[in-house]
Structure formats: structure tokens, C-alpha cells
């Protein structure tokens, strides 16, 4: 066998090997992420806007807050219907609020 060749195909594996070890520490920072844990009542409140309570009627949530700009359903069981405003959305189980969610304000 060629003695060229013999050094070639044990230097490969190694060289391999130092490649890796080179390139790792640049991305080993890639995959890290922080959690950042905010309450779910304490989301959007420092957008100070009031949003209907759970289990108001859908002719409370008009009377207080005015016609929606949009009105989206019923969809499926039980029915979820969606009324959006500028500020936020409500979500309805049949006639009453189950869930309010502020909007993110618009960056200028």
C-alpha cells in the first residue's frame, strides 16, 4: 500500500475532529435562550387599557365599549364568536366573555 495514502486516511479522523473543535465554541452560543415568565394577569397592563371582565354579556361588552369593528363567528362546539376592537379582542362562549386580549401597541 502507498505509504502517502496510509498518512492520509489516519490524519483524516483527526483533522475532522479538529475541525469540529474549532468551529463548536462559535456556535455554541446559538441554541441558549432566556425564559422570561410574566403572569397572565399582569400581561398588558402597563398598556393601562380596560378590557370587558370574564363572563359579561355580549350586550354589556356593547354598551360599555361600543360596536366592534369586527365581528367574527359562531365556530364550533360549543360556539366561539370574536369581537375585535382597536385595543383589544373578546372572546365569546356562546353569549357571555370567556377571554379579553389586549393588542400590542404599534411602534411609530
Request: charged share 15%; hydrophobic share 35%.
Amino acid at each position: 500500500m502507498n505509504p502517502s495514502r496510509i498518512f492520509a486516511s489516519s490524519i483524516r479522523p483527526h483533522f475532522l475532529a479538529c475541525c469540529l473543535g474549532a468551529w463548536l465554541p462559535l456556535f455554541g452560543g446559538i441554541a441558549s435562550a432566556e425564559t422570561i415568565a410574566i403572569p397572565l394577569g399582569q400581561q398588558g397592563k402597563e398598556w393601562q387599557v380596560e378590557t370587558p371582565t370574564t363572563g359579561m354579556s355580549k350586550s354589556m361588552v356593547e354598551q360599555r365599549f361600543g360596536e366592534p369593528l369586527e365581528r367574527s363567528g359562531p365556530v364550533g362546539t360549543p360556539p366561539i364568536s370574536t369581537w375585535d376592537y382597536s385595543q383589544f379582542t373578546v372572546y365569546f362562549e356562546h353569549d357571555h366573555v370567556i377571554h379579553a386580549v389586549v393588542k400590542a401597541p404599534t411602534k411609530n
